[in-house]
């Protein structure tokens, strides 16, 4: 499992009990990790095509 994942996952539980029992500070630490989930993802998406794109140079070269 991603690191991303886990982030998103965690921030979804805390925005959902921080909705659910009227703590607008969770609700908003909730959000915040789900935004910075979002953000790991897009760095890990950029590393994978990153890599690809590497050994697709090395496959060339040989």
Same mark, same amino acid.
């Given at each position: +499992?991603? %690191?991303?994942? @886990?982030? $998103?996952? $965690?921030? $979804?539980? &805390?925005? /959902? @009990?921080? $909705?659910? /029992? *009227?703590?607008? =500070?969770?609700?908003?630490? *909730?959000?915040?990790?789900?935004?910075? *989930? %979002? /953000?790991?993802?897009?760095?890990? &998406?950029?590393?994978? @095509?990153?890599? %690809?794109?590497?050994?697709? +140079?090395? =496959?060339?070269?040989?």
């Amino acid at each position: +499992m991603r %690191k991303s994942d @886990v982030q $998103k996952g $965690k921030g $979804k539980i &805390k925005e /959902t @009990v921080g $909705k659910a /029992t *009227g703590n607008e =500070r969770m609700e908003a630490e *909730g959000k915040a990790d789900r935004a910075e *989930g %979002k /953000t790991h993802e897009a760095g890990e &998406k950029v590393q994978r @095509v990153a890599e %690809k794109a590497r050994d697709a +140079m090395r =496959r060339r070269a040989s």
